[in-house]
């Protein structure tokens, strides 16, 4: 069974920042692709930044150059860098894992609570 758990999240003001870690655990779990995404109420959850253990990256185009996605693969985490934060950045913010050509949570559907972050103007 694989677990995730994100960290990191708060309340800052406009034009801070924050760092997002995502903690990954399994027995047996390879890791060749994270993942980050958000869901801001009453919205559908979108894709963040995407990061292959190979080294390609992936943003939403609305986030490149604010948004930093990096891993450590000696513990098993990803970090997801934050800056000049706007109020539109307000969500609740969630990591995924591919394994094989699994995204895990994606494909159970199941994403746990996720990290929250409040922007406030």
Same mark, same amino acid.
């Given at each position: 069974?694989?677990?995730?758990?994100?960290?990191g &999240?708060?309340?800052?003001? +406009?034009? =801070?920042?924050? /760092?997002?870690?995502? $903690?990954?655990?399994?027995? !047996?779990?390879?890791? %060749?692709?994270? &993942?980050?995404?958000?869901q +801001?109420? =009453?919205?559908? /959850?979108?894709?963040v $930044?995407?990061?292959?253990? !190979?080294?390609?990256? %992936?943003?939403?185009?609305?986030?490149?150059?604010?948004?930093?996605i990096? /891993?450590?693969?000696?513990?098993?985490?990803?970090?997801?860098?934050?800056?000049?934060?706007?109020?539109?950045?307000?969500?609740?913010?969630?990591?995924?894992?591919?394994?094989?050509?699994?995204?895990?949570?994606?494909?159970?559907?199941?994403?746990?609570?996720?990290?929250?972050?409040?922007?406030?103007?």
């Amino acid at each position: 069974q694989v677990e995730l758990v994100e960290s990191g &999240g708060g309340s800052v003001q +406009a034009g =801070g920042s924050l /760092r997002l870690s995502c $903690a990954a655990s399994g027995r !047996g779990l390879t890791i %060749n692709a994270w &993942g980050w995404y958000r869901q +801001a109420p =009453g919205k559908q /959850r979108e894709l963040v $930044a995407q990061m292959t253990t !190979g080294g390609h990256t %992936n943003y939403a185009d609305s986030l490149k150059g604010r948004f930093n996605i990096s /891993r450590n693969k000696a513990n098993n985490r990803s970090y997801l860098q934050m800056n000049s934060l706007q109020p539109e950045d307000t969500a609740v913010y969630y990591c995924d894992v591919r394994s094989g050509s699994r995204w895990i949570r994606t494909q159970t559907g199941s994403w746990g609570q996720g990290t929250l972050v409040t922007v406030s103007s």
